[in-house]
């Protein structure tokens, strides 16, 4: 079983910039690939980002491609999420996700995800 808990959400103004972290409890957080997931208000959960379990790939939601940075540090069982010149269309929940097995290929996919966080609401105000 694996918690994850996120943080660093918030009200940000068009073009600032907020960091997201996810802090796991399982020591072998090396082990599980992770994802960022994002909603918002009468949409469907989607896809953000993706990383690797070494943290060496990522992969991105076209979206948020050159603005959103995933990166993991494992001795800190931490995920993270730099998101820069931020838009109100990025105004969500943002989740973080813990996979055991898959590729990056399929790391946009829900259904690869075992964990899941509470989420952290995001609202960039124009």
């Known amino acids: 079983q694996v918690q994850l808990v996120e943080s660093g959400g918030g009200l940000v103004q068009a073009g600032g910039s907020l960091r997201l972290s996810c802090a796991a409890s399982?020591?072998?957080?090396?082990?599980?690939?992770m994802g960022w997931f994002r909603q918002a208000p009468g949409k469907e959960r989607e896809f953000v980002a993706a990383?690797?379990?070494?943290?060496?790939?990522?992969y991105y939601a076209d979206s948020v491609k050159g603005r959103f940075t995933i990166s993991r540090d494992n001795a800190k069982n931490t995920l993270y999420l730099q998101m820069n010149t931020l838009k109100p269309e990025d105004t969500a929940v943002y989740y973080c996700a813990a996979r055991r097995s898959g590729s990056l290929n399929t790391s946009h996919l829900e259904p690869q995800y075992d964990y899941w966080g509470q989420g952290t609401q995001v609202t960039v105000s124009s």
């Open positions: 399982a020591r072998t957080f090396s082990t599980y690939g």
């Open positions: 990383i690797s379990r070494g943290g060496a790939g990522t």
